[in-house]
């Protein structure tokens, strides 16, 4: 079993930024992908970023290139998101993942992810 805890969320002004941090117990996630995914109330579960194992393929939605920033800390079992330029439609819950089926997959599905965080609210006020 993985667990997996994100924090770094909060209330930020828009154009402000925030780095969710992602860190995994119970089983070392460095020899998996990573995403992060968001939910907004209302809405389904969308994807946002993706990282592979080695960190050497990176997959971003539409609305997250060139504001938003994955990455990963293997020796510390952790995986960041590094989100600038926040905009009000940015606000939503937004969760972790782990692809353990393949690591160089860098998925746009949650059906493509095994193990789930209970997400971190992040709240961009206009």
């Known amino acids: 079993q993985v667990q997996l805890v994100e924090s770094g969320g909060g209330l930020v002004q828009a154009g402000g930024s925030l780095r969710l941090s992602c860190a995994a117990s119970?089983?070392?996630?460095?020899?998996?992908?990573m995403g992060w995914f968001r939910q907004a109330p209302g809405k389904e579960r969308e994807f946002v970023a993706a990282?592979?194992?080695?960190?050497?393929?990176?997959n971003y939605a539409d609305f997250a290139k060139g504001r938003f920033t994955i990455s990963r800390d293997r020796a510390k079992n952790t995986v960041y998101l590094q989100m600038n330029s926040l905009r009000p439609e940015d606000t939503a819950v937004y969760y972790c993942?782990?692809?353990?089926?393949?690591?160089?997959?860098?998925?746009?599905?949650?059906?493509?992810?095994?193990?789930w965080g209970q997400g971190t609210q992040v709240t961009v006020s206009s």
């Open positions: 993942a782990a692809d353990v089926t393949c690591r160089l997959r860098v998925g746009v599905r949650t059906s493509q992810y095994d193990f």
């Open positions: 119970g089983r070392s996630v460095s020899s998996y992908a």
């Open positions: 990282i592979s194992w080695s960190g050497g393929s990176l």
